[in-house]
């Protein structure tokens, strides 16, 4: 039996600008998916227990597919296990994370099954390898769509610093709440969304990305010195940014003023692709309960993350 763990993600700055190659900060949040590999002579089988997905088990050896739902669930495992001509075995997976909300879930599980797989084979990828692999594979199902981001943040864990290419950071780890608007968010339709934009207004549209990548770029010594209060108006500016490109919505902004208001939040702002999905809240003096209460009555899953966790690990054997 090989078990490997990867963490999921939340984008702290700079979305949507850094698809134009401005700077984004990223980071590991402490919500996982769990891998685990176990033999199974003449099968290739995946289960999973879990609600996010629906408990169902799937025989990949029996050739058919027997939902949509199943179907749509294992396609990023599917991938893993043809890329790695994975033969006589049961892959188990349990994750915490939401799907579709925006928190890296396909990457953390492509990365997990990457590393517990191929270990279970005999194999010792390095990182780069994972990451590399994972890489390609989720942007393989997703299409041709998927920056290295996710499957690199769910490889290294900590925090990235994310522009032309990708660097590690070296910051202390952030306790936040996460608010999720129920809402599944499409992040193609919404990259899309932001990209006609700027072609139609490129003169107002690439100076908001410049002041976005700005914001990214000074929240690193914020962040290292625990300047939580400037951090945090950090968070509001660039939320008020992305919202001027069209990709926040009335659920989200209730969550970020539900968070600022009653929440005490230091910053409040959306994270990921918007247009649904998740927002992501720095609480203030009174600490995480007032936050996590405003934003349940503002109708929200909300939940503490660590956010600098650590990256894919094999766990154990119990
Ligand atoms: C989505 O999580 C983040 C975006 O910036 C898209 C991307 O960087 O691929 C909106």
Request: glycine share 12%.
């Amino acid at each position: 039996m090989t078990t490997a763990s990867a963490p999921g993600k939340i984008i702290l700055f700079g979305e949507h600008a850094v698809v134009s190659g401005t700077t984004a900060i990223g980071g590991a949040i402490d919500l996982r998916a769990t891998v685990r590999v176990i033999d199974e002579p003449g099968r290739v089988l995946i289960t999973t227990e879990d609600l996010a997905l629906q408990g169902f088990s799937f025989d990949l050896t029996a050739g058919h597919i027997h939902s949509v739902q199943a179907a749509h669930a294992t396609r990023y495992i599917s991938a893993v296990l043809r890329e790695l001509d994975a033969r006589d075995m049961r892959v188990d997976i349990k994750s915490s994370l939401p799907l579709a909300a925006g928190l890296g879930s396909s990457a953390c599980i492509v990365v997990a099954t990457v590393a517990a797989v191929s270990r279970h084979q005999g194999h010792s990828l390095s990182k780069k390898e994972i990451a590399e692999v994972s890489h390609r594979l989720e942007k393989t199902v997703q299409n041709g769509l998927g920056s290295p981001m996710d499957t690199a943040l769910a490889t290294y864990g900590g925090y990235l610093q994310i522009a032309r290419d990708i660097t590690p950071l070296d910051l202390p780890p952030l306790s936040m709440i996460v608010g999720y608007t129920g809402m599944p968010h499409d992040t193609r339709r919404e990259v899309e969304k932001v990209q006609n934009l700027r072609k139609r207004y490129p003169e107002l549209v690439d100076p908001i990305f410049q002041a976005i990548g700005a914001i990214s770029r000074r929240s690193i010594p914020l962040i290292k010195e625990g300047n939580a209060a400037e951090t945090g108006e950090l968070m509001n500016i660039n939320h008020g940014l992305l919202a001027s490109l069209g990709v926040s919505s009335r659920e989200m902004e209730e969550l970020v003023y539900a968070a600022r208001g009653a929440g005490g939040a230091l910053g409040a702002k959306l994270t990921g692709a918007g247009g649904g999905g998740c927002m992501i809240a720095l609480p203030g003096s009174a600490g995480l309960e007032p936050l996590l209460v405003a934003l349940r009555q503002a109708r929200a899953a909300a939940f503490q993350v660590t956010v600098g966790c650590e990256g894919v690990r094999l766990e154990a054997e119990r």
